[in-house]
């Protein structure tokens, strides 16, 4: 069975500091690997994704997101930080055939 | 057209009503999603419709009943809740291009639900 860890309730960083949320991943195989976004009483909204290829993803909003298998992380990050970042962070994964088993979330504050 | 639209966006109700939460997208998407999400909580998947088909039930309890009744179209069946079916009833489409989990997910808003 496949599991997600963010191991930070709450990641609090200045503005333009760069920030960093944190996902550690369990699975027996090859993961996909997933960042959502949700600001308060919205869906979540997807960010970026790794499947496979280059371990530095890409994705909204400026975010990126680097996949270690060593380490089995899959870190998000940004250079520098805006206050309308601020937001509940979620990371998921899944194998090939299943489906989404979602982190506990990250709230990050942006403050000014 | 990206959004997943949701309706109603509250819904209050009683132990004994029967409601219905509905979902409609125009992107395509073939598989069409039911999430639950309690607050400050991670979301937790009910049900999946792969092309109009129930392909995950996640051992849900009969108090709440999917349907979906045509490609775009997805209700959410309501009846005998309880209080603590009270949450943030979220719906989201996908891709469906091989098995799934290689797609994202389109959410939308989310219906907040409070049973009392």
């Known amino acids: 069975a496949q599991s997600v860890a963010q191991p930070e309730d709450q990641v609090n960083v200045a503005e333009g500091n760069p920030l960093t949320v944190k996902c550690t991943y369990s699975?027996?195989?090859?993961?996909?690997l997933f960042w959502y976004v949700q600001y308060p009483n919205r869906g979540l909204q997807f960010l970026l994704k790794?499947?496979?290829?280059?371990?530095l993803v890409k994705g909204s909003y400026g975010f990126e997101a680097e996949f270690n298998k060593s380490q089995t992380s899959f870190h998000l990050k940004k250079p520098s930080a805006l206050v309308s970042d601020s937001a509940l962070y979620f990371c998921?994964?899944?194998?090939?055939?299943?489906?989404?088993?979602f982190g506990p979330g990250t709230r990050l504050s942006v403050l000014p | 057209d990206t959004e997943v639209t949701q309706t109603p966006k509250h819904l209050v109700m009683g132990m004994t009503n029967k409601k219905s939460l509905k979902c409609e997208q125009h992107?395509?998407?073939?598989?069409m999603y039911w999430y639950k999400q309690k607050a400050k909580k991670p979301p937790e998947l009910m049900f999946v419709?792969?092309?109009?088909?129930?392909?995950i039930n996640e051992s849900v309890p009969s108090r709440f009943s999917p349907e979906c009744p045509n490609s775009s179209l997805l209700n959410l069946h309501l009846h005998a809740l309880q209080p603590e079916d009270s949450a943030l009833y979220l719906c989201?489409?996908?891709?469906?291009?091989?098995?799934?989990?290689?797609?994202?997910?389109?959410f939308g808003s989310g219906t907040q639900l409070s049973v009392l």
């Open positions: 790794y499947i496979t290829g280059d371990n």
């Open positions: 419709y792969s092309y109009e088909k129930l392909s």
């Open positions: 992107m395509g998407h073939r598989a």
């Open positions: 989201a489409s996908s891709q469906v291009t091989g098995p799934l989990g290689d797609e994202k997910l389109f």
């Open positions: 998921a994964v899944s194998l090939y055939g299943q489906n989404f088993v």
């Open positions: 699975v027996s195989g090859n993961p996909y």
